[in-house]
């Protein structure tokens, strides 16, 4: 197979997201069909969440099946990450350019000290089959630097590694398996591969991005950084940006633009857009879709792009991708009525059932209304007290958890802790006594009042709040309610 002619470039590129950036993110576009990749990091933002029932909020604690359900790559193992795959045109007809992106945590890594910084280091093997020309297999070893411990530890996804390919157009399949350098931890993924060729009167599917630039020719790579969990956070981001490319010329007497509709978990269009193509010249066109967050709410949504310059034809082409929005980073992306049911913690039962009877053309509105109402500042566009619960969310989780089926803010220290926040002192009486089969905890909330006491009854690590302690953290919550 021949092989496009690309120039080496390399971009470091920041990106502001309210507190966090993205961080050092640099773009390396490789010579010839064999490859390329760039490891990067996203700083670390305040984390939030959502529910429903029982059942379904324990689902959602899941991170990854959101995921899983918008056709993502999920790998599994002990180092478990998130990625996609993206296709755009070769400079050749017979070559289709396959960036595959992955997202992983510090966590999943082995950090050690050097000096005042801390490193980690993993490797990502990519294997091809039936082999790509002459690439069957890429190895890539990686370092990551972050300059505290706190850093070492963050559960959301910070770091994106970007490998680019040269490929036929075909079938095949490809194994992703990444491993940290500092133990034998691993993860995994196998997915088929349906590499698309892209003659005249094609288009690419939407490709979400945190940066991107058109670029010139098929001979050269567009300047892209993508969004690997094709996520974006009400509270962050004003617009989820997505690149989209079409081949062949216009068709004359043709509008020159790209119908954008985005559909949301109900299954109903929450937004319509037209936007202009950009002409490059060769058969090449590009554009830069921009959906406004405030306006297409929260859930699994799905992003429609159609060709309007092929409308003389009775059906334009049309492609598709996920399009994921979250309360925040970090936290699982699933149907609205799940994500409002991680409030439960957080706000009054009336204001939840409200929040639920809205119509999806109206969640944006009534999310709105919910900030105003339930925040204790007059700090605009920011409810300090719900970044707060969904920081203690997320710390819950990591702190609490019990068994492999519950989250840790879903178990009794879980929820007090995520409602009412650090005690002020955590009392043991016997924790120390080997000798006593059943423990007991006491939490004590001075600016409650209140004492919560906690009993592991069969010594397993289940804690469980006491019927009086229970009754007490109920009557707290009436008094607070928001």
């Given at each position: 197979m021949r092989a496009a002619t690309w120039s080496r470039l390399v971009s470091p590129v920041r990106r502001a997201m309210d507190s966090a950036r993205l961080r050092e993110l640099v773009l390396v576009v490789c010579v010839g069909s064999a490859a390329c990749h760039h490891s990067a990091r996203t700083e670390p933002h305040a984390e939030v969440a959502s529910q429903g029932g029982v059942d379904s909020i324990a689902r959602t604690s899941d991170p990854r099946a959101g995921y899983r359900r918008a056709g993502l790559?999920?790998?599994?193992?002990?180092?478990?990450?998130?990625?996609?795959?993206?296709?755009?045109?070769?400079?050749?007809?017979?070559?289709t350019v396959m960036?595959?992106?992955?997202?992983?945590?510090?966590?999943?890594?082995?950090?050690?000290r050097e000096g005042e910084t801390y490193r980690a280091a993993y490797d990502v093997v990519l294997e091809f089959t039936p082999s790509v020309g002459a690439v069957r297999r890429i190895a890539t070893h990686e370092q990551v630097r972050v300059g505290s411990f706190p850093e070492t530890t963050r559960e959301e996804e910070s770091l994106i590694y970007q490998q680019v390919v040269s490929l036929p157009p075909g079938r095949g399949a490809i194994a992703i398996s990444i491993r940290d350098a500092g133990s034998t931890r691993t993860g995994v993924v196998r997915e088929p591969l349906s590499?698309?060729?892209?003659?005249?009167?094609?288009?690419?599917?939407?490709i979400p991005a945190f940066r991107a630039r058109p670029r010139a020719s098929r001979d050269k790579l567009p300047e892209l950084v993508?969004?690997?969990?094709?996520?974006?956070?009400?509270?962050?981001?004003?617009?989820?940006?997505?690149?989209?490319e079409a081949y062949g010329p216009s068709s004359e007497g043709a509008r020159?633009?790209?119908?954008?509709?985005?559909?949301?978990?109900?299954?109903?269009?929450?937004?319509?857009?037209?936007?202009?193509?950009?002409?490059?010249?060769?058969?090449?066109?590009?554009?830069?879709?921009?959906?406004?967050?405030?306006?297409?709410?929260?859930?699994?949504?799905?992003?429609?792009?159609?060709?309007?310059?092929?409308?003389?034809?009775?059906?334009?082409?049309?492609t598709s991708a996920p399009l994921l929005?979250?309360?925040?980073?970090?936290?699982?992306?699933?149907?609205?009525?799940?994500?409002?049911?991680m409030l439960r913690f957080f706000a009054s039962s009336e204001r939840l059932s409200e929040l639920r009877a809205l119509s999806p053309q109206d969640r944006s509105k009534g999310w709105s209304a919910f900030l105003?109402?339930?925040?204790?500042?007059?700090?605009?566009?920011?409810?300090?007290?719900?970044?707060?619960?969904?920081?203690?969310?997320?710390d819950a989780n990591a702190r609490f958890r019990e068994d492999d089926r519950t989250p840790g803010w879903l178990t009794d220290r879980g929820m007090v802790?995520?409602?009412?926040?650090?005690?002020?002192?955590?009392?043991?009486?016997?924790?120390?006594?080997?000798?006593?089969?059943?423990?007991?905890?006491?939490?004590?909330?001075?600016?409650?009042?209140?004492?919560?006491?906690?009993?592991?009854?069969?010594?397993?690590?289940?804690?469980?709040?006491?019927?009086?302690?229970?009754a007490d953290y109920h009557a707290v919550m009436r008094r607070i309610a928001r």
């Open positions: 790559l999920v790998g599994s193992g002990d180092v478990p990450f998130v990625g996609s795959i993206a296709y755009v045109a070769g400079a050749l007809p017979d070559s960036l595959i992106d992955l997202s992983l945590s510090d966590r999943s890594l082995t950090f050690t590499v698309p060729r892209f003659d005249d009167g094609t288009m690419t599917s939407p993508v969004n690997p969990r094709a996520t974006s956070v009400y509270s962050r981001d004003s617009v989820a940006l997505f690149y989209l020159e633009t790209v119908q954008l509709r985005v559909v949301g978990d109900s299954g109903v269009v929450v937004f319509v857009d037209t936007v202009s193509w950009i002409e490059a010249g060769g058969k090449l066109r590009s554009a830069l879709l921009r959906i406004p967050i405030s306006r297409v709410g929260f859930g699994e949504l799905s992003l429609s792009a159609s060709d309007m310059s092929s409308a003389q034809s009775a059906s334009p082409h049309a929005v979250s309360f925040a980073d970090g936290l699982p992306v699933s149907s609205f009525e799940d994500m409002v049911g105003e109402a339930t925040d204790p500042t007059t700090t605009p566009r920011e409810n300090e007290a719900l970044r707060a619960y969904f920081a203690r969310i997320v802790f995520s409602a009412l926040g650090e005690p002020d002192n955590m009392i043991a009486p016997n924790g120390s006594d080997g000798g006593q089969r059943s423990a007991v905890q006491i939490w004590d909330y001075q600016r409650y009042h209140t004492r919560f006491t906690f009993v592991d009854r069969a010594g397993f690590g289940r804690w469980r709040l006491t019927p009086s302690s229970e």
